[in-house]
């Protein structure tokens, strides 16, 4: 079993946490056409190895944290508060 170390509660199991996928950086909405958006939205690298992805802590605290984890070893590396 994985577990996650959330910045709020300390050390919780994985079941604990809804993964939300890869944290892929927000386009411009100023700018942004519509091609940009549905990369946005629905394609991810699907990293081999270290990915930085966001997590939410459903059964806990609720709050939302970016994960650094080793996708290859399914282990989790480093995780960190991240305000939404």
Aim: include cysteine; charge should be positive.
């Amino acid at each position: 079993m994985m577990q996650i170390n959330c910045p709020w509660c300390g050390l919780r199991n994985a079941t604990e946490f809804r993964q939300l996928g890869e944290k892929a950086p927000r386009p411009d909405v100023a700018t942004a056409d519509p091609k940009a958006w549905r990369e946005y939205l629905y394609f991810r690298d699907n990293t081999w190895g270290i990915a930085e992805e966001r997590w939410f802590h459903s059964a806990g605290c609720r709050q939302y944290l970016t994960l650094h984890r080793d996708t290859y070893a399914n282990k989790a590396l480093r995780s960190e508060g991240d305000p939404r």
